[in-house]
């Protein structure tokens, strides 16, 4: 029997967006708890791509000990707060991106049918689209988080960010915009 709280997400594509610190990830985490209380934790796996925490900025989803969720991920650095520069800042970008691919490769071998990406624009500021949408395709089931906000400054990466962000929500079956309220979307 299908629990009321995964319903809405089964077998499409839903993108929670919104700006630093709007519960984006607590949200994510939220459903996924869900999902494994309904019993689809073996058919979990997470792409975890945000980094730690930086002056209170980013952070990893929190999964409970024993869950039986595929987790990946990899030392992600936030590029727009650790890069001396805007030369540097992109040097990073591809860095997480390469790394990023990896995690993509690995998923690819060990593939489940429900996706949960954390921070996806980790991503997008240096990745490709397609290549990120084609993983997403591997799943009948998907949940992305994306920074979507105002937070930092316009820059090259910002408006790369931005533009790709808005080409995977326009193919997305559901967007959630996260205002700060972490409670269930109805």
């Known amino acids: 029997m ?3 709280a995964i319903e809405p997400y ?4 839903t993108v929670v967006a919104g700006d ?5 990830t607590t949200l994510t985490t939220k459903i996924l708890e869900h999902f494994v ?3 689809y934790g073996q058919q979990i796996a997470v792409l975890d791509l945000s980094p730690d925490p930086v002056r ?6 929190s999964l409970g000990e024993d869950t039986p969720v595929l987790y990946l991920t990899a030392h992600i650095i936030a590029p727009r707060l650790m890069g001396r520069d ?3 800042t992109l040097c990073l970008a591809k860095g997480n991106a390469r790394k990023i691919e990896a995690l993509f490769a690995e998923f690819k071998r060990r593939r489940r049918d429900i996706l949960f990406v954390n921070d996806a624009t980790l991503y997008l500021q240096s990745g490709s689209l397609a ?3 084609e993983t997403l395709s591997m799943s009948s089931t998907r949940i992305i988080n994306a ?4 937070t930092f400054a316009e820059s090259e990466l910002t408006q790369r960010e931005r533009r790709l962000t808005d080409a995977l929500m326009t193919v997305s079956d559901k967007v959630i915009r996260s205002q700060g309220k972490c409670s269930d979307p109805k």
């Open 2 to 4: 299908t629990n009321c």
């Open 10 to 13: 089964l077998n499409r594509q």
């Open 20 to 24: 630093v610190n709007s519960g984006k």
């Open 37 to 39: 209380k309904a019993g």
């Open 56 to 61: 209170g900025i980013g952070g990893k989803l």
């Open 86 to 88: 805007a030369a540097h």
């Open 131 to 133: 290549l990120f949408l």
């Open 147 to 150: 920074y979507y906000g105002t």
